[in-house]
């Protein structure tokens, strides 16, 4: 008896040590699609937070270090600075991350310190926007 129990913890053992390890899944993986989603640490680290709303306040507001865009049916997600609560609408700089389930190209940023996406004109965004983002909008839907 002694002898099959210390076979059957040598197997546990044997399975675990060979057993391929799973990374740790991207923060970006837990963006569904149809959501705009903000974490509060860089490299998708930190609280997560989505909205699936065509555009909307953040909730919380200017917390995002990194972010993704998943747009489901619109080819792009609007990221902006500024809220109008008289209209209930974002304006003013924003930059656009394009829909990971659309494109699969351009729909995320790690750090938001070194510039996002790209700006209204189409180039490269250099700006700092970590802990700067009010709302979002889909676009191009």
């Known amino acids: 008896m002694r002898h099959k129990r210390i076979t059957f913890i040598g197997a546990i053992i044997g399975i675990a040590l060979v057993a391929p390890t799973v990374p740790a899944v991207a923060g970006t993986e837990d963006c569904m699609k149809g959501y705009a989603c903000q974490w509060t640490g860089l490299n998708y680290d930190g609280s997560g937070y989505g909205s699936a ?44 991350l394009n829909s990971k389930s659309l494109t699969g190209t351009n729909f995320r940023d790690p750090d938001l310190r070194n510039g996002a996406g790209k700006t209204p004109s189409g180039q490269l965004d250099t700006n700092n926007w970590d802990q700067t983002l009010e709302a979002h909008w889909f676009k191009a839907c």
């Open 53 to 96: 709303r065509e555009y909307g306040l953040w909730s919380p507001r200017n917390v995002a270090r990194s972010v993704a865009a998943n747009g489901g049916e619109c080819k792009e997600t609007w990221f902006y600075k500024s809220w109008n609560f008289s209209t209930g609408y974002p304006y003013g700089d924003y930059f656009r």
